[in-house]
């Protein structure tokens, strides 16, 4: 529920309780229920107002949603393309720094193997 754990919803109780006081929670949860309930039916009363008008002037809503519909098809499509080319190209950029960051590994390594100062590097 709206990605909320069963910790932190038990937390969110106690400082609701805390804050309004049991007497007054069953109010706030009445409120609550019935703002929801005029909320679900002012956006009914709109969607069959848009349905009713949409009927009287000829309009195919079906249509007209299947078309919006393919073009957010469109736009993922074109995000994953943009994704996909991304991670191709960061792969290549990985792959060049490897590169790099051995071959200076091994020059750092023949360089310690070759030192010839007071401490030599025993084998």
Do not use: C, H, W
């Not at 400082?15 to 109010?27: E, N, R, S, V, Y």
């Not at 007209?64 to 994953?80: A, C, H, L, P, Y």
């Not at 792959?95 to 310690?112: G, M, P, R």
């Amino acid at each position: 529920m709206f990605g909320i754990g069963g910790g932190e919803l038990v937390f969110i109780i106690f400082i609701a309780l805390m804050l309004f006081g049991a007497d007054k929670i069953p109010d706030i949860a009445r409120t609550m229920g019935k703002i929801m309930r005029q909320v679900k039916d002012a956006t009914d009363d709109i969607k069959y107002e848009i349905t009713k008008s949409a009927e009287s002037n000829d309009i195919d809503l079906k249509s007209i949603s299947k078309n919006f519909t393919n073009e957010v098809d469109n736009i993922k499509q074109g995000f994953n393309n943009v994704l996909t080319e991304s991670e191709i190209k960061n792969t290549l950029d990985t792959t060049s720094v490897t590169e790099d960051l051995t071959s200076e590994i091994k020059k750092t390594k023949e360089d310690i193997e070759n030192f010839t100062g007071p401490i030599k590097r025993q084998l």
